[in-house]
Structure formats: C-alpha cells, structure tokens
C-alpha cells in the first residue's frame, strides 16, 4: 500500500459533479495515493478512503474566492511537510505524487492532457499550463502564499472582486498583479500524464462554455488512461 509520510492531499470541491462521476474519480484518487492523508474541504460530507479529514463549509455560491479559501483551510489542517492538490474533476497517476520540489517554489505537473465532454467523438488534447489542479509544494510555502492573499483581500464583494478576478488563479503567476510578495513556481513533467476533465459542471464552464478550445496536439489514446472513449466513460453526463 502506498503512503507518502511526508505528503497530505488537499482535496476540494464543490459536490456539484454526478454522484457516478465523483465515485470514479475519487477511486482513481485512491488507486494513486493509497493510504496518503487526505485533508478534505468541501460543500457536503465527503468521504475518501480510511485515512481522510473532512472540514465541511456547507453549499452557497461558488466563486474562485471561496475555492482558494478551501485550498487554504485545507493546507493549514494538514500536518505534512509537503501538501499536492486535488480536484473532483481529475484523473492522477501515482507518479504525479512522488514528485518533491527540491526548494522553495511551487512545483506544477505540466504533463496533462484534457477531455472535453461534449465532444463528440471524445478526443484527448494536450496544453503545457500550470494549474492548481497539479501543484505540489511545501505546505508552509503554500499557506504564507494564500494568507498574504487573503489578508490583503480579506472580503468577498462580487462587483469589486470582478476587477481583480482574472489575477486570483494559481500562487506564483499572479502576485504582482494581486500586490503581494512574489513566489517562484516551476513545472515538472511526470512521464505519465494526468488527465483533466473540462465539463459543464466545471467552475470554468460560465465563462467559456463549449467555445473553449482544444489545443492542436491532440490524441485518441494515451498512455496508460487508454482511449478518450474509455476515459469519458467515467464521466456519462447523465449518470446520477
């Protein structure tokens, strides 16, 4: 059984994927990092595997604001030296989490490829991003991050917050932008690839919808996952 001693999973959600879609990813979680502390933030009760700590904020609007929060309170629970995120929406292979960063900076997993599921017939593409989906990190690193962001910015007002919305993504992109201290970040490149799901459920989707576009390098079949077909199947958007 794995378990990564010095590593915590910071889990969080909104529960507003299918109960079908949710099982398969949570599963494929479970299969990549086996007994790893899991520290969960979430809007119901959630539960992951044995060794799992939920904090439950109760259901309200979602808004990238209150996502970082998640990540934030989940960071300061944890106990571990080194912290990687996690999303309802993902797919991780094992290796993704036996990566450390070697220094003070924020480590992305930019091996990734993308399913869209409205895309018929179901096709992976690739784009080299780092997202908050595939950090890995010093935890203390990650909360001296948020907490600065969230000192400065301590209140969530809607019509002020739209100035600022597009700089408040991953820690280490924006800080200049925000007025805080910056942080390094880096990516890394695991030899498997984690698969990321775009979906209408999806924080994102309001934006962009189904305008958002594929990246040209694109795939039938990966390594590992199999086909996009097969991969999609673990989504089935009418499956409750």
């Known amino acids: 059984m794995i378990n990564h001693k010095d590593l915590s999973i910071l889990y969080y959600t909104a529960n507003k994927n299918s109960e079908h879609f949710m099982k398969n990813t949570q599963e494929s979680l479970l299969k990549a990092i086996g007994d790893t502390p899991i520290v969960i933030v979430s809007f119901k009760p959630t539960v992951i595997g044995d060794n799992c700590t939920n904090i439950v904020i109760g ?7 209150k996502m970082y929060k998640q990540v934030l309170t989940a960071a300061k629970e944890a106990k571990t030296e080194f912290c990687a995120t996690a999303e309802d929406d993902m797919l991780y292979h094992p290796s993704h989490f036996d990566y450390r960063p070697n220094g003070d900076y924020l480590a992305y997993n930019v091996n990734k490829w ?6 018929e017939p179901p096709f992976f593409s690739y784009r080299e991003r780092m997202l908050m989906n595939s ?7 990650l909360i001296k991050n948020l907490e600065e962001r969230y000192k400065k910015y301590p209140t969530y ?29 880096r990516p890394f490149k695991t030899e498997i690839p984690n698969v990321m799901f775009s979906t209408e459920e999806a924080l994102g989707f309001k ?10 390098i694109q795939a039938e079949e990966i390594p590992y996952w199999g086909t996009a077909r097969e991969v999609l199947s673990i989504y089935e958007k009418n499956k409750k």
């Open 59 to 65: 259901e309200g609007e979602r808004s990238v604001y």
């Open 114 to 119: 993308s399913i869209f599921s409205w895309t």
């Open 135 to 141: 950090l890995v990190c010093k935890r203390d690193l």
């Open 157 to 185: 007002d809607k019509e002020e917050f739209e100035k600022i919305r597009k700089y408040w993504g991953e820690p280490g992109r924006f800080e200049h932008r925000l007025g805080i201290t910056p942080t390094e970040a």
């Open 207 to 216: 934006d962009l919808g189904t305008r958002k576009a594929h990246s040209g």
